[in-house]
Structure formats: structure tokens, C-alpha cells
């Protein structure tokens, strides 16, 4: 990842190394499956039908909620703001959210 001092190994480029050393790897943040189970314990459980997960990455949000099995909503003006062809973005990630919406905040 690129950092204020440069180029640095990220948390998932150091797992990758260590996995292809032989060790044993437990992935947790997103779009693994493990941090949205923690999510949702710490929320009580609901239903799954009952949540949506909302963000601005097709690779971590999307596909991480479909993955959790919950609703998606990908947030258009974040890192996608200047994305041109979100469909091909779908299609190569085979990751489609349930909405879109063109930002998103808290009611005051």
C-alpha cells in the first residue's frame, strides 16, 4: 500500500507472504465472511434479511455482504466516483449490490 513515506506491505499482502511460506492464515476483515459474523453478533443477530451492508468498494462491501448473505448498497460517491463503466466493474467482480445511491449520512 502506498503510504506517506511510501510504498509499504499491507496486513493482506503480509498474509499472502506467510501463507506461501506454509502458515496458517484466519482472514478476518472484509469481504471475509468472520468480521461481518462479529458485526452481527455485536448487533444481537438480527435477521439477515433485515440488514444491508452500505459502502463504497464493490470488492470489499459488495461482494462482502453477499458473501454474509445481507443486502448491499454501494455508495456511488466514494473511490467509485469517477468510475466510468460500473457495469464491467459488476460483471469482472461478479458482484452486484441490491441499491445504489449517490451518497449517504446520517439524519441529523
Known amino acids: 500500500m502506498l503510504t506517506a513515506v511510501g ?3 499491507g496486513a493482506g499482502q503480509l498474509a499472502d507472504l506467510y501463507e506461501g511460506l506454509g502458515g ?5 476483515g472484509k ?5 461481518f459474523d462479529a458485526a452481527l453478533a455485536l448487533a ?5 434479511s433485515s440488514v444491508v451492508c452500505v459502502g463504497d468498494s464493490v470488492e470489499h462491501d459488495v461482494a462482502g ?9 454501494l455508495v ?8 466510468r463503466d460500473l457495469a464491467e466493474l459488476f460483471d469482472s467482480l461478479d458482484a452486484y449490490p441490491d441499491y445504489t ?8
Open 101 to 108: 445511491t449517490d451518497s449517504f449520512r446520517f439524519a441529523d
Open 24 to 28: 496458517s492464515v484466519t482472514r478476518i
Open 76 to 83: 456511488l460517491s466514494g473511490i467509485l466516483a469517477d468510475t
Open 65 to 73: 455482504g453477499i458473501g454474509a448473505g445481507v443486502a448491499t448498497a
Open 44 to 48: 444481537g443477530n438480527p435477521d439477515r
Open 31 to 35: 469481504p471475509y465472511t468472520p468480521i
Open 7 to 9: 510504498p509499504r506491505f
